[in-house]
């Protein structure tokens, strides 16, 4: 149980504050001065208002002690109308002004309190702005602090919760009522789902993105999860994105990536009977997932939510019927050209904006997988993409290897430039990591675009490693033939990571003690006592390791004393 208390000492003219919190197991303990007129001040304030008259006394008090005072200059904005807020306003001191829509509403002076929807409010947007009209007092409440607190009180969060449940009905927006609201967590996923493309500056979807928010299910999945079968029937969820990427296959072709989006839809809305795709996890993915039963009622209520899911997923089953078209058409004319021995002038795009970040099916699977993962490479030309693809070699590392060397000789004709398949590198530079590059990721290029006659930094396997390679001078004419702006953008990170470069070097002429690595090995020396006994014995090892450092070529201006006894 979490306890504070008020404590003052004799001739003192602070209070000392001292609260005991738990965060899940932990107990986190504070203690710093607050000003006793301003806690008793605030104490008033909030046992009268509105919000907080009811509440237990002990609960005012760690309000008090979990909020932040600020001075607020004439002519400044406390919050704006429009924004996400995620605070509570008390003005101890000072004079406000309220508008909303463009129009003045009213001014409000000392002990007032703003922005409390914010707390409550699974919607957190401002409904007015408030803007201060002379120097002001003001004490902040954050949401993450309201509920943290109320997690120690559970009669007050009955009390919220009941206050969250008469609004939301009063309003239309609980379609099922639960037992237990947890207002922090609904606001949080509200948040989540504004920051997807899909939801993000519509203002007509806040209600319907509010009550999705309380209905959603968050799950966590490792890389390579299926979360839909293509042809399965089982069609009963919907599932948002809300990190990772996840890969979509459709006929037996890999046609992308997706991010920050919404799959699942369709058949949710009774467009079809069966999955039109497969959808698998590239990489660790948090998900909601909204079950059909969830989905039908808030879409009834919601006909602009309803509207918009519908043309997201007609555009993806239009891009999903031209793939398959595609590859029909591609099938017959491969076919007339093998018979007439004729050669193939149009290869169309095998691109299908809408569906996912890929290539469509005229690039192999794995490496058009590859190249999607990089946003680099998102918006290539395809047919650059299947020039590249075609050149391409697999090559495979061991753990610890290294596989550029600084300051080598580079040969655009015969070196490469690699993407990572699966693995990890690590970039050293001067005898320090730099970096760490992972799946989609690209090295080797620095020399290449820049020009260099060597290699610029180490590139060390930091694990097993796979990797598609093409010669640095066929990726040039390739570029140059196809897509200059990707010259042009790719030259641009080159330069970001040539800079990371040089301020390593600089930082490590900066340093005054630079450490050695020294490999040697303990023994423990037998010796024997004298009830013949056998122990292990003691040896100075100061005179080993100075032979061993001088071996070592050091700066000789320096004096290294070692003393280092091995028991």
Request: net charge neutral; charged share 30%.
């Amino acid at each position: 149980q979490a306890r504070w208390r008020f404590t003052s000492s004799a001739g003192s003219n602070s209070y000392l504050r001292s609260m005991l919190v738990q965060v899940g197991k932990r107990y986190v303990s504070e203690q710093r001065e607050i000003d006793p007129l301003f806690a008793r001040a605030m104490h008033d304030l909030l046992s009268k208002s509105r919000v907080f008259n009811d509440t237990h006394e002990e609960f005012i008090r760690d309000l008090i002690v979990s909020c932040n005072r600020k001075e607020y200059p004439p002519n400044r904005y406390l919050m704006e109308e429009g924004t996400k807020g995620d605070s509570m306003y008390v003005l101890f001191k000072g004079v406000v002004e309220v508008t909303a829509g463009g129009r003045y509403v009213c001014k409000l002076k000392d002990g007032s309190i703003v922005g409390e929807a914010a707390l409550l409010n699974i919607d957190n947007r401002r409904t007015a702005s408030v803007r201060s009209m002379q120097k002001c007092d003001v004490a902040i409440i954050s949401r993450f602090s309201f509920h943290s607190i109320l997690e120690k009180y559970p009669w007050e969060k009955r009390k919220f919760q009941r206050e969250m449940k008469q609004k939301l009905m009063e309003l239309g927006k609980l379609i099922d009522v639960k037992d237990d609201i947890n207002l922090e967590q609904q606001a949080t996923q509200c948040d989540a789902l504004k920051s997807i493309p899909f939801f993000a500056n519509d203002e007509s979807l806040h209600d319907f993105v509010a009550e999705l928010a309380m209905n959603a299910s968050t799950f966590w999945y490792k890389p390579g999860k299926v979360l839909i079968q293509e042809g399965d029937t089982a069609c009963d969820d919907m599932y948002v994105l809300l990190r990772g990427s996840c890969e979509m296959y459709s006929c037996g072709q890999f046609l992308g990536r997706i991010e920050n989006d919404i799959f699942g839809e369709i058949c949710v809305l009774d467009l079809l009977e069966r999955r039109t795709a497969s959808v698998i996890t590239a990489t660790a993915c948090q998900c909601m997932k909204f079950p059909r039963q969830v989905m039908i009622p808030v879409l009834a209520k919601y006909p602009e939510g309803r509207l918009r899911l519908l043309e997201h997923a007609r555009t993806r089953l239009v891009a999903l019927n031209e793939i398959i078209t595609f590859n029909d058409r591609q099938a017959n004319k491969q076919a007339a050209l093998k018979n007439d021995d004729m050669e193939d002038e149009d290869q169309g795009t095998g691109r299908f904006p809408g569906c996912a970040i890929g290539f469509g099916p005229t690039v192999n699977s794995d490496d058009a997988n590859l190249l999607a993962s990089n946003p680099l490479f998102q918006d290539v030309p395809v047919a650059f993409v299947q020039e590249l693809s075609g050149r391409m070699v697999t090559k495979k590392f061991k753990e610890g290897e290294v596989i550029l060397r600084e300051n080598e000789n580079f040969r655009p004709e015969t070196d490469f430039v690699y993407w990572i398949a699966k693995g990890e590198v690590e970039i050293w530079k001067a005898g320090n990591v730099v970096t760490v590059l992972k799946e989609g990721e690209t090295f080797g290029e620095l020399a290449a675009l820049r020009k260099h006659a060597t290699r610029q930094a180490t590139v060390k396997c930091k694990t097993t490693l796979t990797c598609r390679a093409v010669i640095a001078k066929t990726l040039l004419e390739a570029i140059e033939e196809h897509d200059e702006d990707l010259f042009e953008m790719w030259t641009e990170v080159a330069i970001t990571r040539a800079d990371e470069l040089r301020k390593k070097v600089a930082l490590e002429k900066q340093l005054k003690l630079k450490t050695v690595d020294i490999d040697f090995m303990f023994l423990k020396l037998p010796g024997l006592q004298r009830d013949q006994k056998v122990t292990p014995r003691n040896q100075i090892m100061s005179e080993a390791l100075e032979g061993l450092t001088k071996k070592q070529d050091l700066n000789s201006n320096t004096k290294i004393r070692l003393q280092c006894r091995n028991g």
